[in-house]
């Protein structure tokens, strides 16, 4: 199963979840392999996978040194092969704990790169090349790279999770090609609620709950796509990221937006249910991580393996409670239980 994570706002808490759930997915399923493609020129989620602030950076050059990024994939397969599969694929899947001892053994990185918003040059200009469905084969180099690896890689099951920039960039619609399901998280802020809207209209092509004509000059990915007859994949979750411990003691305006959330998704499934995955419109709550966000994105270390005791962040203590880890963990795990 393949998840893409995304929303079209910035800050709502992409990176750290997808971090969370690949982690402990990967712990919880030691039989199993995880892999996340981080489709994000900044690469954060690489760093945290690979050692966290100072570690993982040293560790993501090496990456970079070595042509072991997405951004280097896509230049490779501009120079080598740009329609068609150059047989080294697996050679771009990093497994973290090579350089995380941290992480368990069953989860591997496809790691960012900053030559993403380069590499949209390289995609559109393939895009317009004279060859039969090109702009499909553009877009589908992210299913291109990781289908050599589950091959190679059958005996075991395979869960994938893609870390996405917030903007709707061509490596963004990569992730689209590839993904099963869409998880997408929120904040209780009118932006995020403009950013889940903003979704479908340019996935799906759906508009205050109405399906846009194909000659909306703003809508060409999902006319595109319907022309070609592409599978889409489905939302499958709404998580409600930084949420208050106690939601009946929060703000109006929070509880405001966070049902308004709640709406959109009720009203969307039951107009469109063709775009989401059976089950109900819940949105799962995952509280704010406060110190601990800042502990793991430094150290690397898996959310479970934090501990009650003071760590050293950029020469400064910091204390990870108990009272703090127990709520986080239990939401996260309530997350991956409807995976």
């Not at 690489?46 to 100072?54: A, D």
């Not at 996405?164 to 590839?178: D, G, Q, R």
């Amino acid at each position: 199963m393949k998840y893409m994570v995304w929303n079209n706002k910035g800050g709502v808490g992409k990176t750290f979840i997808t971090f969370m759930l690949a982690t402990e997915y990967a712990i919880a399923h030691p039989d199993e392999e995880v892999v996340v493609a981080d489709l994000c020129p900044q690469a954060n989620v690489s760093e945290m996978l690979l050692g966290g602030n100072g570690a993982g950076e040293i560790n993501l050059q090496i990456c970079y040194d070595n042509q072991r990024t997405i951004a280097s994939y896509i230049k490779a397969r501009y120079d080598r092969s740009r329609f068609g599969k150059m047989g080294d694929e697996t050679e771009y899947f990093v497994k973290v704990a090579d350089y995380n001892k941290e992480m368990p053994n069953n989860i591997y990185v496809i790691p960012g790169d900053m030559d993403l918003d380069l590499c949209s040059t390289i995609i559109n200009y393939l895009a317009q090349a004279p060859e039969k469905s090109a702009w499909v084969k553009s877009r589908k180099f992210l299913a291109d790279l990781i289908e050599p690896f589950s091959g190679s890689h059958k005996n075991k099951k395979q869960v994938y999770f893609f870390d996405c920039n917030p903007s709707f960039a061509n490596y963004t619609e990569m992730a689209v090609l590839a993904a099963d399901r869409i998880i997408v998280p929120c904040t209780a802020d009118a932006a995020s609620i403009r950013g889940v809207r903003n979704l479908f209209r340019m996935i799906y092509g759906i508009k205050d709950g109405k399906t846009l004509s194909d000659d909306s000059v703003f809508d060409t990915f999902s006319s595109k796509v319907k022309e070609a007859g592409i599978r889409l994949p489905k939302v499958h979750l709404f998580i409600q990221n930084k949420s208050r411990v106690v939601e009946a003691t929060a703000a109006a305006a929070f509880r405001a937006h966070l049902q308004e959330i709640r709406d959109i998704a009720t009203s969307l499934r039951k107009e469109h249910p063709g775009h989401f995955t059976d089950g109900d419109t819940s949105v799962s709550n995952v509280k704010d991580g406060n110190t601990l966000a800042a502990i793991l994105n430094h150290t690397g270390i898996p959310l479970s393996k934090v501990q009650d005791i003071t760590y050293k962040i950029y020469n400064k203590r910091t204390k990870a409670n108990q009272s703090q880890i127990d709520p986080l963990l239990a939401n996260i795990r309530e997350c991956l239980a409807r995976l």
